[in-house]
């Protein structure tokens, strides 16, 4: 009895607790930073030095998740363009990782929920970097097992009737394009990327060539000087009068 009435105190003291289900997969973070169900997204990062960035995208259980990544640029001491990416499931397991500065990840999805994408510079302690990235869902000939079941039976259906559904002919016919169109994209990104990377290193290199020139010019022309005034000091000529005698 005494245990009840003791019970019941802390119950009215505390208060009730609140419990429910997480309507918010991740509440600490910000709408900016999650990118909900889209097909396809390609951006421009800048991390900064010994820095991580991630990003989620949400995947349903059959489709297949691709990222593709590049270095674009690095600063600072070092220039290390090697890069560390990790996937993660929605349940937390490692799917996949990578640590060169371009790379692919192509796998499918086996649950459904969030992904997380995690970009680290961790080789670069006092250098930034630029990465470009292309990521997204797709589907590649998955089918839901009760829609294939239906989709068999109808089959025979037309089959028996000996039937030309010219109709389900153009849509499997569309479907095929759309798939391979969007796989010409997908590759197109990562030719972009390859031009962008080539573009900014031809930057730098020129960056490079025209301050080295401008320095070596200002050495070759500051030695010039000092040579000639060094060798003007060699010949010290001094004025003779009538009583004083040149000597030698």
Not at 50 to 65: L, P, Q
Not at 132 to 157: I, N, R
Request: with cysteine; proline share 3%; glycine share 6%.
């Amino acid at each position: 009895m005494l245990c009840q009435s003791l019970c019941l105190l802390l119950v009215l003291f505390w208060g009730p607790v609140h419990a429910g289900p997480l309507t918010d997969p991740h509440p600490d973070i910000t709408d900016q930073e999650l990118f909900w169900g889209a097909d396809q997204y390609d951006f421009s990062v800048v991390l900064r030095a010994a820095g991580m960035e991630c990003f989620w995208h949400f995947a349903h259980y059959g489709e297949r998740f691709y990222l593709s990544f590049m270095v674009q640029w690095v600063t600072g001491v070092g220039h290390d363009r090697h890069l560390s990416v990790t996937v993660n499931a929605p349940g937390g397991l490692l799917v996949s990782t990578v640590d060169d500065a371009k790379g692919q990840i192509n796998f499918e999805a086996k649950e459904t929920g969030f992904y997380q994408m995690c970009f680290n510079n961790f080789h670069n302690r006092f250098g930034t970097m630029q990465v470009f990235l292309s990521f997204g869902v797709y589907y590649d000939g998955y089918q839901d097992p009760a829609k294939s079941k239906e989709e068999e039976k109808k089959k025979k259906e037309e089959v028996s009737k000996d039937l030309n559904n010219t109709l389900s002919i153009i849509e499997d016919a569309t479907n095929k394009v759309e798939n391979y169109v969007f796989h010409m994209f997908r590759h197109y990104n990562f030719g972009r990327m390859r031009k962008s990377t080539d573009f900014f290193l031809l930057l730098s290199n020129s960056k490079y060539v025209t301050w080295w020139s401008a320095v070596l010019s200002l050495l070759i022309v500051t030695s010039g000087y000092l040579q000639l005034l060094f060798l003007k000091r060699l010949f010290v000529t001094k004025t003779v009068t009538g009583d004083e005698k040149p000597r030698c």
